[in-house]
């Protein structure tokens, strides 16, 4: 049996948080194939392209990723024409309903995640029938789970629970991540997956969100980011 | 004659900055285990602490197969101990503890080497909050 290659999609690079070196180091430790370094402010773009040898050297493969959070939706469509053919994945941050909504409808979003608190609130009929109809993935945390009250963490749970149900039924692709800038808030593959199966109540679908749809996503957006690229399914293979 | 529980071992490495001594891990997992899983979901799930190396922060855990994911998940979940940063990994899950201890002391010698570099880096949490 081939084996089996594991992802995290959101790292965050932050002024706060550990290097991206010692990221990486960390994601070869527990045993993750892939990691998407995330960089709140795009500016710093050109300092993480570098990092991308490392990860190489380090037998780690590394992919960039830029998370939004716009005040308004005519921030996130500008932020969006001007990054969407320099990094690998973006990701918004839905807190608000007309974000959401706007993030959903667009197809050069790659991933929404939300705040705990609100999933329910803004994860409805209307944002899922858009999700579903764009192909996004739903981002699940893990570090919203941490470093809060056991009061907050079953809030979280039970929110996350009951939200992912509705995703999964419209089948929407679920992605779970740890959301780290710090080493210590890092989880192995295999936590990852508990965390899933804890969420999702089916093995074969929390092994999915953690393996398979991260890698896939990650594949099919450097196939576009390539200059061979035409659409979906045609490209250039051969020029005269 | 078929068991009534297949018990589980699972070696942990513990990620703190902090040198923990083994009651302090215990009595934290206990505090955790209660708040996460309940009385009822203890009752389901037991686990108990079998052996923890303070100086290379290995431990063993005992828990049934069928609580492994819950007991992995909860593990996962668990991120302070006396408001420090922790962190718990599973590193490997074992049937017998004659070889868990084994497989313990192996990676016991394997992260001392991987470890120190991560460690080295690592800021404490002090550090963290002056940035």
């Not at chain 2, 513990?14 to 206990?30: C, F, G, I, Q, W």
Request: hydrophobic share 40%; aromatic share 6%; with cysteine.
């Amino acid at each position: 049996m081939p084996k089996r290659h594991y992802a995290d999609l959101h790292v965050r690079v932050t002024d706060e948080g550990d290097p991206p070196r010692l990221l990486i180091k960390m994601a070869k430790h527990l045993g993750l194939s892939l990691i998407a370094l995330s960089l709140d402010d795009p500016h710093k773009l050109e300092d993480i392209r570098s990092i991308k040898g490392y990860g190489r050297e380090f037998g780690v493969d590394v992919a960039i990723r830029v998370d939004l959070k716009p005040s308004s939706t005519s921030e996130l469509k500008r932020c969006l024409g001007k990054l969407r053919r320099s990094v690998e994945v973006i990701g918004v941050c839905c807190h608000d309903t007309s974000v959401a909504r706007t993030a959903a409808r667009d197809r050069r979003v790659d991933v929404t995640f939300y705040d705990p608190e609100n999933v329910l609130s803004i994860l409805d009929e209307g944002q899922l029938s858009l999700l579903a109809e764009s192909g996004h993935y739903v981002e699940v945390n893990l570090v919203d789970f941490l470093h809060t009250s056991p009061e907050k963490q079953a809030k979280a749970l039970w929110n996350y629970s009951l939200a992912l149900k509705r995703v999964v039924r419209r089948g929407i692709p679920i992605v779970v991540s740890s959301g780290a800038s710090k080493i210590i808030d890092m989880r192995a593959p295999r936590e990852l997956y508990a965390l899933a199966f804890l969420l999702l109540d089916e093995k074969e679908l929390a092994r999915e969100a953690v393996s398979i749809k991260p890698l896939e996503l990650v594949r099919l957006n450097r196939e576009k980011l390539s200059p061979n690229f035409i659409q979906p399914g045609v490209r250039v293979v051969d020029e005269w | 004659m078929v068991k009534e529980v297949r018990w589980r071992y699972v070696i942990f490495h513990v990620h703190s900055p902090l040198n923990l001594r083994v009651e302090d891990l215990r009595v934290t997992l206990k505090k955790h285990m209660r708040s996460f899983l309940g009385t009822y979901g203890l009752s389901k799930n037991p686990l108990k602490l079998m052996a923890y190396d303070e100086v290379n922060k290995v431990g063993i855990l005992k828990c049934p197969h069928m609580s492994l994911e819950i007991i992995r998940a909860a593990l996962a979940l668990l991120s302070t101990i006396n408001d420090e940063p922790l962190a718990i990994h599973v590193m490997k899950v074992s049937g017998t503890y004659k070889k868990a201890k084994l497989i313990a002391s192996q990676l016991a010698r394997k992260l001392k080497f991987h470890w120190a570099e991560l460690e080295a880096g690592m800021k404490k949490p002090s550090q963290a909050t002056e940035a």
